[in-house]
């Protein structure tokens, strides 16, 4: 139903009601993946000299680089069988590869087993990475038939309250798994449990939204309706993936986005796992101050949901409320604080915790509130509910081809010397910054977004 006075639409409570049951099991599906995708920096710090920083990088660029490319399939194939059964397909594959890495650490720790560990996981966590980017696209493509454009600020907010909540899993649930299994047996703790316990917690879940979730309103007892988006009065028709790819690929506001997105990849990562590895190593560089860098060792995925939460309402609030539901007038803002935040990095560099700590969450905010605005939000405006899966890969892929990046690069930096950390970051923020200039005014209109 719409409202006659706005063009935002007025819904039953029974349909709000319904909605928020069918996002909130496939929102905690995929903060879930999160932890069975982020554990592997957990990992890397309880597995100390077997996976040093330089395998770290090359194991996580395998995956991320994997899942950057995995939107060539996954994202029109989400578009064409719906994002229920794409979610199906991302927690069933991401536990079964999580069993295969607890599996493998489960050799090399209790058996013995005289195994290439960097080349195992590099292969098997590009198989959960692969499943993974089903997670993403699955959420926006169902959500897109659920959400009008206007109420979709509000959505990316949640979707940056998920990504939050995902990060507190995988940090300070594995870290807390790690801490337990250290204190329970010292001698020989139990580290493969960091990927079997989240495994076990998505085959939960799976089985949660095989019964729960629903592709579109029609499908739950609802009318479905016009969402406003750049789909708007396009007749019913079948899935055509040619038609899917051009208007992705022809529209310059969504491959603008993709490009922000990238830079996205690299800041958000480029603090998000490095600054744990970071502060781990001045638990021992530090005796005097290894209490302070444990509290944010123990608490980095606690900080980061109340980063990456405030950080989505924030800029879901301000999109809908301050800039007329348009999206990259918020990643602009956001964006300059980032940039002030990395710079101020490169002089807490070795100073004491808090500082380094507060700069580090500022840029979480910063970058968690504009990744849910624009891979969350934006990429249903711009892509329509028909390609909206389509589009989230492209963006989302983009994002994770950042993340390669920088994961490759700073594995080797971070080696070599500290102190280049920040400076790394620096252009990429600059570059971001820049190209939300070229769309911001952008918004969809019917069949043709505004470009």
Same mark, same amino acid.
């Given at each position: ?27 905690? /599906? ?6 069975g ?6 990992s ?6 077997l !996976? ?22 996954n ?7 719906g ?8 927690a ?29 996981? =590099? ?9 993974q980017?089903? &997670? @993403?696209?699955?959420?926006?493509k169902?959500? =897109? ?27 300070? #649930? ?22 079997f ?8 879940w ?5 019964f ?5 309103? %029609? ?7 016009? /969402?406003?988006?750049? =789909?708007?009065?396009?007749?019913? /028709?079948s ?15 969504i ?9 996205? %990849? ?26 302070? #860098? ?5 608490? #980095?995925?606690?900080i980061? !949901? ?10 879901? #609030? ?17 964006y ?13 560099? &070795? ?9 580090? =969450? ?7 509130g ?6 969350? /939000?934006?990429? !249903? ?5 028909? @390609? ?13 081809l ?8 700073l ?20 570059? &971001? ?19």
């Amino acid at each position: 139903m719409q409202n006659p006075n706005s063009d935002r639409p007025v819904h039953s409570a029974a349909y709000r009601r319904r909605r928020i049951f069918n996002w909130l099991p496939l929102g905690l /599906t995929y903060a879930f993946l999160y932890m069975g995708r982020y554990n592997l920096t957990v990992s890397k710090n309880a597995l100390g000299d077997l !996976m040093p920083k330089e395998a770290f990088g090359i194991i996580f660029a395998a995956g991320t680089i994997t899942y950057a490319f995995s939107f060539l399939i996954n994202g029109p194939l989400t578009d064409k069988i719906g994002g229920k059964k794409a979610m199906l397909i991302g927690a069933g594959g991401a536990a079964l590869m999580n069993m295969l890495l607890g599996v493998i650490v489960y050799g090399i720790l209790a058996l013995h087993w005289t195994l290439n560990l960097t080349l195992a996981f =590099s292969i098997i966590y590009a198989l959960n990475m692969y499943f993974q980017s089903y &997670g @993403a696209v699955a959420i926006v493509k169902v959500n =897109s038939a659920w959400f009008h454009v206007r109420e979709r600020g509000t959505f990316g907010g949640i979707f940056g309250v998920l990504i939050s909540l995902g990060l507190y899993f995988a940090f300070d #649930w594995s870290q807390a798994v790690v801490n337990f299994t250290e204190r329970a047996n010292p001698a020989h703790p139990e580290y493969w449990l960091v990927f079997f316990i989240p495994a076990g917690i998505l085959l939960f879940w799976l089985i949660v939204d095989f019964f729960v979730l629903r592709d579109s309103p %029609g499908e739950a007892g609802f009318q479905d309706f016009n /969402t406003g988006d750049a =789909s708007s009065d396009e007749p019913a /028709t079948s899935f055509q993936l040619s038609d899917i790819m051009r208007r992705i690929f022809t529209n310059k506001v969504i491959i603008t986005v993709g490009a922000i997105e990238f830079c996205t %990849g690299v800041l958000r990562n480029g603090v998000m796992h490095w600054f744990p590895i970071y502060a781990k190593e001045q638990v021992g560089a530090q005796p005097a101050l290894a209490g302070e #860098w444990n509290f944010w060792l123990n608490n #980095w995925g606690l900080i980061l !949901m109340l980063a990456g939460a405030s950080g989505g309402m924030l800029a879901g #609030w301000m999109s809908d409320r301050l800039f007329g539901s348009r999206r990259a007038p918020v990643a602009g803002i956001f964006y300059g604080a980032l940039i002030i935040a990395v710079v101020a990095m490169t002089f807490a560099i &070795g100073a004491q915790p808090l500082a380094l700590g507060l700069l580090v =969450s500022i840029v979480s905010v910063a970058v968690i509130g504009t990744h849910g605005m624009l891979s969350g /939000t934006a990429t !249903m405006d711009f892509g329509g509910t028909k @390609a909206a899966a389509t589009a989230v890969g492209l963006i989302d892929g983009l994002v994770y081809l950042g993340t390669g990046v920088q994961s490759l690069c700073l594995g080797y930096i971070t080696t070599w010397n500290w102190q280049f950390w920040p400076l790394f970051l620096i252009p990429f923020g600059i570059l &971001g910054i820049a190209l939300t200039s070229r769309i911001w005014n952008a918004i969809p209109k019917g069949k043709a977004a505004v470009q």
